[in-house]
Structure formats: C-alpha cells, structure tokens
C-alpha cells in the first residue's frame, strides 16, 4: 500500500472515531461509555399520600322522654323526624327505647303479645323507610295464669221473731255478693226465706216470703238490677237450727 493510501484511511477512521465520541459526549454516555455498563437513572421520589381521616359513624338513642346522636348524619334521611320518633315510643310502652346507626335500628321494650310486636315492627319500618333495616327485639310479656277465684258463699240475714227489718250490719254481711254480682255480669243472686216452726205455718211463710222481699230491696239499693234477682221458695220454709238460726234469709248466686 502507498503512503497516500494509507494516509487516507488513517484519516477516515480517526474522523469516524472522533464523530463516535462526539455523539457519546453529546448523550452524556462519557467518554467511557463504550466499555462501562449503562448507568440507570435514580427512581424519581414518590409523593406520600395522606392516609384517609376516618369519619365516626352516626349512632342514636332514642326513649319516650329524649333523643340523642352523634356523629355524621347527613345521610339519615329520617332524623328531621325524631321529635316523632319521641312521641311514637310514648305511645308504645315506657320501657320502648330505640338504639340506630345510620343502617339500621333495633327495637327494644316490651308488648302484650304477638300481635302487637309485628305491629309495632310494621309501624317503625313505615316510619324509619325501607333503606333502613329494623331489628325487632321487643318482648312478649309473659302470660300470668288466671286464677278461678271461687264465688263468695251464702250470706245469711237474721231476724227477730215476727220482724221484717234488716239487722245494722246486713250491708256488711252482703257486701261480698254485691261485689261478686257487680263483677260478673252474668251472675244472679238468688234469695230464699226461713222461718221457725211456731206459731200458724201460713202466716209464717208469709212473713219469710216479706223478709225475703226486704233482702231484695237491699241489694237493688246496692246497685244489683231487679232482674239479676230470683225469689226462690224453698221446698221447707221452715229453717234449721236454733229458733234464731231459723228465722233467716239466705242469698246465693248463680
């Protein structure tokens, strides 16, 4: 090869060396980058996010006599309402009291029976909308056994030989069936009339038949209708017992 030749060549390939480094240079790669592994940037740094600032819930109580809430109740459509909120649970019962977020509200208090639970769960789920869902805790009062309370036994006035009129103390004495026929409406009271066996047996009965009548006159002044009253004649009007056990009015009830 000439010198000229080689001249030339020896200038071309420095020319495309020198242009190569200038393109490095101008990449920032350095004059190095060639042989060296590429440099990876650094991570640009990530913001920190503020973590969400939790909200308390909105919770209420609610008795006959107050109302009370805390928290957000911008969501709790029916909470303009509570003054009537209020005066339902008077109507209910004094042991009804309402406990509620903003979801849900449980019913707590007690009723008569089944019936009027389901109602009371009715009427708070109108009131409070279906959105919200209500959790019926009222009780049913327990059923107390009825006692059978076993009418009152006869009552027995007495009377002085050939008298009619009643003794001081025969309101007293029937005041217990007085207060029985007042009690049940489809009672009777039922009078029957002794007399002792001396003297003439007609004029006898009649004077038992008069003290009879003198009976039914007292409890018609008591209150007692003239037709809850029989007049019974008894098969012997002629009474047991001493003289004075004898000459007696007995009344019973039916």
Not at 26 to 43: K, L, Y
Not at 83 to 96: F, I, M
Not at 157 to 183: H, Q, R, S
Request: hydrophobic share 40%.
């Amino acid at each position: 090869m000439s010198n000229s030749k080689y001249t030339f060549w020896t200038w071309l390939i420095a020319i495309i060396l020198a242009i190569y480094l200038f393109w490095q240079w101008q990449n920032g790669h350095g004059m190095g980058a060639c042989c060296n592994a590429p440099v990876e940037a650094a991570p640009a740094p990530v913001a920190e996010v503020a973590a969400p600032v939790a909200v308390e819930g909105f919770k209420c109580t609610a008795t006959a006599d107050k109302f009370e809430s805390s928290g957000d109740a911008s969501a709790v459509t029916w909470l303009s309402k509570n003054v009537d909120l209020s005066a339902w649970l008077k109507t209910g019962g004094a042991d009804w009291q309402v406990t509620c977020d903003g979801a849900s509200v449980t019913l707590t208090g007690t009723v008569d029976s089944e019936e009027a639970k389901t109602k009371a769960g009715a009427d708070a789920q109108a009131f409070f909308g279906d959105k919200v869902t209500v959790n019926n805790q009222l009780t049913v009062k327990a059923t107390e056994p009825v006692v059978a309370v076993a009418p009152p036994p006869a009552a027995n006035l007495y009377f002085d030989t050939g008298k009619t009129n009643l003794a001081n103390d025969a309101d007293t004495t029937l005041a217990p069936i007085v207060e029985w026929l007042k009690a049940n409406a489809n009672a009777k009271a039922v009078i029957s009339g002794y007399h002792d066996p001396r003297g003439n047996q007609a004029r006898n009965e009649e004077l038992a038949k008069s003290r009879a009548k003198a009976v039914r006159e007292a409890l018609k002044a008591a209150g007692i209708d003239e037709g809850r009253i029989e007049m019974r004649k008894p098969t012997s009007t002629e009474g047991s017992g001493d003289l004075a056990e004898a000459r007696r009015v007995e009344v019973t009830v039916e």
